[in-house]
């Protein structure tokens, strides 16, 4: 495994690189937060391959993020991640979630061409609708074998379902609620998983998807 290199840049608390990659820090997090700490917590848990192209992360408050009511945002090779986070374990949360998003970039044909991940999600997600409906719902408005983020469906299961009736309906079938939004975060919520401490429950919930993680985890590219 390649060292990682953690080192200010131009003497300004605001700047620090880590393995090449520039941080900055707009907006302060809280005083008690020790970024030098997480970033440690990173090297030790997360191979680093799935930093390359990785070139920028932004500790920012930015407009979107209580709009969405999301926390980070993944584009073109960099991060924006809010500053406003509840403990030092959110952080490094959001930034392995953006992570699995870059990941995705970097290995897309590896992750998904031969349609494993996708079939197990879509399975899911037919899991997910027999539950909704058991419940009551009605479910026939909503396509659940699209794969892409879908807002009509996103409302669908925070608003109308919210967040008691999503963890029930999900435990057992997702990891989390948030892995049955789409593909995509089906993926990154894995990734998640794998790095911070869930490896068994993922390998009991979604095994494709954890041999797919681990896959890419064991062959250095
Ligand atoms: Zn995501």
């Known amino acids: 495994m390649r060292q990682y290199i953690l080192e200010k840049v131009n003497n300004s608390p605001n700047f620090i690189k880590f393995n090449g990659i520039e941080i900055e820090i707009k907006d302060q997090l809280p005083k008690d937060f020790d970024l030098k700490a997480i ?58 979630h953006e992570l699995a998003h870059h990941v995705e970039t970097l290995f897309v044909k590896e992750i998904y061409s031969d349609d494993k991940i996708k079939n197990e999600f879509i399975k899911k997600r037919h899991e997910l609708k027999f539950e909704i409906q058991a419940e009551g719902y009605w479910v026939e408005d909503y396509d659940f074998d699209n794969i892409k983020f879908d807002k009509s469906f996103d409302t669908f299961l925070y608003s109308r379902l919210g967040r008691n009736m999503i963890s029930m309906v999900t435990a057992g079938i997702f990891i989390r609620p948030y892995a049955a939004i789409s593909l995509r975060e089906y993926f990154a919520t894995g990734f998640e998983a794998y790095y911070l401490g869930k490896q068994n429950e993922l390998e009991k919930i979604s095994p494709m998807l954890y041999d797919k993680i681990n896959d890419l985890s064991t062959n250095n590219k």
Not at 45 to 51: C, D, E, G, L, N
């Open 39 to 96: 970033l440690k917590n990173i090297e030790k848990t997360i191979p680093s391959h799935f930093f390359k192209n990785l070139e920028k992360i932004t500790i920012e408050d930015n407009k979107e993020f209580k709009e969405r009511s999301i926390s980070a945002i993944y584009s073109d090779n960099s991060f924006i991640i809010s500053p406003k986070q509840k403990n030092a374990n959110d952080l490094l949360d959001d930034i392995v």
